[in-house]
């Protein structure tokens, strides 16, 4: 059975049927502590409990890190970018490890940010070292990827689109929100990838909701095969897998594109975005965004964050 470990400012804990268990380690950053493992085990089957909501949660991913991102990974989302997802090619980007914050933390839209976007994802936890070569397969697949995080990958959608990439737009301080459990994977458990159902809400209003199966277009295989060829991962290491529809930025219908492509850059922007002024879903100040990732039965549970959103 899964392990969720939890992590606070100055300790790690598991949480158990009875509350969250400290973890007896030194381990100061992820890494560490999946080197403790049996320090892990240990706390799992017992010891002096505290309520799980006590506790100041704070990401179990600790930076510095790698975190690498696909893009447009969901048939859905791929369909609502205004693309085909039977050609859609497997894409990765970085965000720093800067952007990590905590499952309850604000996130921060700086001031000179106008449409602030969220993505619910599901990350992997590297669990040993991933080098260039490696040969990833169905059968050591497990040994890579060690646990699963809820993640939300934030996006500044007006620094994106004009300048065609994402590392500025999706890399600010408190843009990828994670947690609040690492979910240490038992033999097997991975399996049940594709039963998790990916959810996201603003303000108790229901934006994303899709179960992984049926719907990624590259699984976590795909993903670590792709990635071996050019990028070392290693124990810690954080790789998100696309989201599902449901973000506040879509696509404009094809003939409105095929139009705008005619139209010099500067002015086909600022039409785009004088349109976008008009769309309500995007993030403002006070807005509440929770975010859960789980199987309908309860087997595997991410947990669920809950970030309100203020401006810089």
Not at 16 to 25: D, F, H, L, M, Q
Not at 82 to 106: A, C, N, Q, V, W
Request: glycine share 6%; proline share 7%.
């Amino acid at each position: 059975m899964s392990i969720s470990v939890l992590r606070t400012a100055d300790a790690w804990w598991v949480q158990t049927a009875e509350g969250a268990v400290r973890v007896n380690t030194t381990a100061a950053t992820t890494a560490e502590l999946l080197a403790d493992r049996a320090a892990v085990e240990t706390a799992r089957t017992g010891g002096e409990a505290v309520s799980v909501e006590s506790l100041e949660l704070v990401s179990p991913v600790t930076a510095p890190c790698r975190v690498v991102a696909q893009m447009t990974n969901f048939r859905s989302h791929v369909i609502d970018s205004g693309m085909d997802p039977d050609s859609i090619p497997l894409t990765f980007f970085r965000k720093t490890s800067g952007s990590i914050s905590g499952p309850y933390d604000e996130i921060v839209r700086p001031a000179h940010v106008r449409f602030l976007d969220y993505e619910v994802e599901v990350g992997l936890v590297i669990g040993q070292p991933l080098t260039v070569g490696t040969e990833i397969t169905a059968a050591n697949l497990e040994e890579y990827v060690v646990g699963l995080v809820v993640t939300n990958d934030v996006s500044a959608r007006d620094l994106q689109l004009p300048k065609t990439q994402f590392f500025e737009a999706k890399s600010y301080p408190t843009f990828t929100p994670v947690g609040p459990v690492l979910l240490l994977l038992e033999p097997g458990e991975l399996d049940r990838f594709g039963d998790l159902r990916l959810h996201l809400s603003v303000n108790g209003e229901t934006r994303q909701n899709m179960i992984i199966a049926g719907d990624m277009v590259f699984p976590p295989i795909e993903a670590l095969q792709a990635l071996s060829r050019f990028q070392r991962l290693d124990p810690g290491d954080l790789v998100l897998t696309g989201t599902p529809v449901g973000t506040a930025l879509s696509a404009p219908p094809k003939v409105v594109q095929l139009i705008a492509n005619l139209l010099p850059a500067h002015v086909k922007w600022k039409a785009f975005f004088d349109k976008q002024a008009k769309n309500p879903k995007y993030l403002q100040h006070g807005d509440l965004v929770t975010v859960s990732v789980a199987t309908d039965d309860g087997a595997l549970d991410l947990g669920s964050q809950r970030t309100p959103v203020t401006h810089a």
